[in-house]
């Protein structure tokens, strides 16, 4: 993979010690001894059923949810033998602000009045009562990216202050997977959402709004309105970090987009042809009027931090991370108000508990490891990583001896399968750690399906890999493990169609779990054959991380 963003890696560089670049290569370390261990299928049930129970209500940062997901959680380190990590507590504080727009909104684009939720979904990220744009210039940025490393800069000769920028989803690799420049059909961190806006807020823009499109999106409108409106949670920003973001950003239909731009007598599929193969703005001579109130409400949230101290290497750690945190309620919703996140993410949390009772188990019958594992259940990843991101800038163990983080994010439902996704595949050497426990279930490891969603830039082990720690994010696979089971995940993929990030993720009885204690099982053997070892992975040449942590 090309490098993505090196003005982001050289910062970063200042922040990792040089000491520890001397790592010992994994092909040459002959893999440790494991005791094999057997996952309790009906206590990992146990844990996902109770998270996502609507006594949790939907588990969203700052709420009487996460009260009770950070007393469950606490009970459950506790009865294995952990230890809190932060101060002798297991909750990390994270400060943050909650940032809630009014559903009235008043958006004129174009001269044309658009309607909240259905056609636009607008927010802001101040501690500002009211929110008032009058005939801001909208311009069209094409991708929204600056890239020297590419020869790309979507910017240029812009003066950006006071307008409002419209951006394309992704990145041009996207649609042009043929050509040179970005990373074809997989997305680069240049296609996030969260890049974009931040692009555009170095540029000085009033504002950012985004044009959904489903397939580059990677999912559909109601993603957006679902996880867009209500309370939107952010760390905590000093003024002169919030003075410079832009004031309004949110998203566009693309429906409504093609209408902005037949006012603008422009063609938009024209100008995505042309947007994909070269740098393109272009002034909409066209403005928006943008009201509505809004309020910002501090307080904290809480990472869940559990340590297992190792034998000899201590002060070396191993990581596993999973969000406990969903979207909350909605209650403008009719029916069902509750986004449970049975599958995303309360199967990834109960997977690391699961995890952690085997190590501890392990320990407590002298079969420690030498290297310490540390257990991250983390809050506000639905709103952009945000208890990861913490971790990461204000590390309870430090970054240059964390050895590595295995990251759950939504596990495998649909029952046993022959291969193994490892999403962004070829990063780093923590995937030769994967293969081999891979290997020892009969199964083959592979890259997603689906390159072009970003994965690897979408959950939490991406605040690691930012700093050069090899991180990985995987499990489950394509290829059913025998007919029974291709049937069984062709009629689960029906029912859970349309359920990510909506009020159908909830947790079903019928769910066949052996994939995901499979997966588990897969984590866990990768994790005691390093936590017995001196390896220390690191990013292979050709990744953007490679500079930060480089292989061998």
């Known amino acids: 993979m090309k490098r993505l963003f090196p003005f982001c890696a050289i910062a970063l560089l200042s922040a990792c010690n040089g000491d520890d670049a001397k790592h010992t290569a994994t092909d040459d370390i002959i893999p440790a001894k494991v005791t094999a261990v057997t996952f309790d299928e009906q206590r990992f049930r146990t844990d996902i059923e109770t998270l996502s129970s609507d006594k949790f209500e939907g588990r969203a940062p700052t709420t009487q949810g996460e009260k009770l997901t950070l007393e469950y959680l606490s009970a459950a380190f506790t009865q294995m033998g952990l230890k809190g990590a932060y101060k002798g507590s297991f909750l990390q504080p994270v400060p ?13 684009l174009a001269g044309m009045d658009l309607q909240y939720r259905q056609d636009i979904v607008l927010g802001s990220r101040h501690d500002s009562n009211q929110v008032s744009i009058k005939d801001a210039p909208l311009v069209f940025v094409g991708y929204g990216i600056n890239a020297p490393e590419y020869g790309w800069n979507d910017y240029q000769d812009l003066n950006m202050k006071g307008k409002i920028a419209i951006i394309l989803v992704n990145d041009p690799g996207f649609a042009h997977p043929e050509g040179a420049k970005f990373n074809g059909k997989a997305m680069t961190y240049y296609g996030r959402w969260s890049y974009k806006f931040e692009e555009a807020s170095r540029q000085g823009a009033l504002g950012a709004i985004i044009i959904h499109d489903t397939e580059p999106a990677s999912y559909p409108w109601s993603v957006v309105e679902n996880s867009w409106t209500g309370a939107q949670q952010d760390l905590v920003q000093s003024k002169a970090e919030q003075d410079q973001r832009v004031q309004v950003e949110g998203w566009l239909t693309l429906d409504s987009a093609t209408a902005l731009f037949d006012k603008a007598g ?13 740098s393109l703005n272009v002034d909409l001579a066209q403005t928006a009027s943008i009201e509505f109130a809004n309020k910002a409400e501090y307080a904290d949230s809480y990472n869940v931090v559990a340590t297992l101290a190792g034998s000899k290497q201590a ?5 596993f991370t999973a969000h406990w945190d969903h979207i909350g309620t ?3 919703k009719d029916g069902d108000q509750i986004y449970n ?3 995303d993410n309360a199967t990834g949390t109960a997977g690391i508990l699961e995890i952690a009772r085997q190590f501890a188990q392990q320990a407590k019958q002298g079969h420690g490891l030498a290297r310490s594992l540390t257990f991250i259940a983390t809050t506000g990843e639905e709103q952009g990583l945000l208890g990861s991101r913490y971790y990461a800038a204000n590390p309870i163990y430090p970054i240059d001896k964390t050895v590595a983080v295995f990251n759950l994010d939504s596990t495998n439902i649909y029952g046993k399968t022959k291969d193994y996704t490892i999403v962004g595949k070829g990063q780093s050497e923590l995937e030769n750690y994967l293969d081999r426990a891979v290997a020892k279930q009969n199964r083959t490891s592979q890259g ?7 994965g690897f830039f979408r959950s939490d082990h991406f605040s690691f890999a930012k700093l050069g720690v090899p991180a990985v994010f995987a499990g489950g696979g394509n290829e059913p493990l025998d007919e029974a089971t291709a049937q069984y995940k062709t009629a689960m993929l029906v029912k859970m169609k349309g359920c990510y990030h909506n009020v159908c993720d909830h947790y079903r009885p019928e769910w066949d779990l052996s994939g995901s204690l499979q997966d588990l099982g897969v984590y866990y053997q990768a994790a005691a054959e390093l936590g017995n070892n001196q390896d220390w992975p ?3 040449a050709g990744s953007e991380f490679n500079q930060l942590r480089p292989a061998d």
């Open 266 to 278: 422009l063609s938009l599929t024209s100008l995505m042809d042309r947007a994909a193969t070269n």
């Open 315 to 319: 002060d070396e750690q191993i990581l």
């Open 341 to 343: 996140g049975a599958l």
């Open 448 to 454: 997603e399906l689906n390159p072009a969603s970003g």
């Open 96 to 108: 943050m602000v909650s940032y809630t727009a009014s559903e009235q909104q008043q958006v004129t």
């Open 330 to 332: 909605d209650d403008t």
């Open 538 to 540: 690191g990013y292979f």
